[in-house]
């Protein structure tokens, strides 16, 4: 079944590892024409060459970017209708969480987390609102985290910042119905990432496979599809979210979370 994204344009921020590269495999694999961006040059320059050989004759860019930086977002915006047309569909995938309590968390690293998962989106939402809103197609889906809805003591400050981000796409959903774009969200729960592949390499129990040792952490923490998620499922989400096939559907959370979401 076809997304229907041939020779859509899709941005995707924070597209140059894990989750945000396979939204863009899944996008160009599709025939979309794809921008996505970064803040590590390396990581982003690598992940193009990649693309490159996996899409030779793919339409792309990408472009340095710190979705915190209004002046950057802006550059982007319109570096991607300059190369590739106006943008259809805007998704938004947000950093990694903090790990810490509220007696180790100060006020610097709350505002840090705040802005993170806030502004991070808000301010590619108001950089390239004027193009989606000038498509018959017009989306944003946003990257959040089960923390939103199952907070957890020892993420607190990112817990109260995904419900934040939470509020904020329901209440965008509602404003932008009318005008013709869709707003929704992800909500993830564990992904494999190069974070637990380095905590892999650092195992105590060295006879265990990836798969032995991954099953036994999912096991520990209640999965119960007994494993952690693999970045191409929660990127296969997103793209249906963004995408025509779900028309009629604005406002709305997705779990990713293998069964791990215990809320109604």
């Known amino acids: 079944m076809?997304?229907?994204?041939?020779?859509?344009?899709?941005?995707?921020?924070?597209?140059s590892s894990g989750i945000g590269l396979e939204t863009v495999r899944l996008l160009l694999a599709e025939g979309a024409k794809v921008a996505w961006c970064g803040?590590?040059?390396d990581r982003l320059a690598a992940s193009e060459t990649a693309i490159k050989e996996a899409f030779p004759n793919g339409q792309f860019m990408t472009r340095i970017c710190d979705v915190l930086k209004a002046d950057d977002v802006e550059a982007?915006?319109?570096?991607?209708?300059?190369e590739l047309g106006n943008a259809d569909c805007l998704i938004n995938n947000a950093g990694q969480g903090r790990v810490?309590?509220?007696d180790n968390t100060s006020d610097e690293d709350w505002m840090a987390e705040t802005s993170l998962k806030l502004f991070g989106v808000i301010r590619p939402v108001r950089a390239f609102i004027n193009q989606l809103l000038a498509s018959d197609i017009g989306s944003i889906t946003n990257v959040n985290s089960l923390l939103a809805k199952q907070p957890e003591p020892h993420m607190m400050a990112t817990s109260a910042a995904r419900a934040a981000l939470?509020?904020?796409t329901h209440t965008l959903a509602h404003e932008y119905a009318a005008k013709g774009v869709r707003v929704n969200s992800i909500l993830l729960g564990m992904v494999e990432s190069g974070q637990w592949r380095r905590r892999y390499q650092e195992r105590s129990d060295?006879?265990?496979?990836?798969?032995?040792?991954t099953g036994a952490?999912?096991?520990?923490?209640?999965?119960?599809?007994?494993?952690?998620?693999?970045?191409?499922?929660p990127?296969?989400?997103l793209v249906f979210l963004a995408s025509p096939l779900a028309s009629y559907t604005t406002g709305a959370t997705l779990d990713v979370s293998g069964g791990f979401g215990k809320q109604l």
């Open 39 to 41: 803040r590590d040059a």
């Open 235 to 237: 990127a296969r989400a």
């Open 2 to 15: 076809s997304f229907m994204l041939q020779d859509r344009v899709v941005v995707v921020t924070g597209g």
């Open 166 to 168: 939470l509020n904020f």
């Open 217 to 233: 952490i999912a096991e520990k923490r209640g999965i119960p599809m007994g494993r952690l998620g693999r970045p191409e499922e």
């Open 206 to 213: 060295t006879e265990a496979s990836w798969q032995q040792w």
């Open 76 to 82: 982007f915006a319109a570096a991607v209708a300059s």
């Open 100 to 102: 810490s309590g509220f």
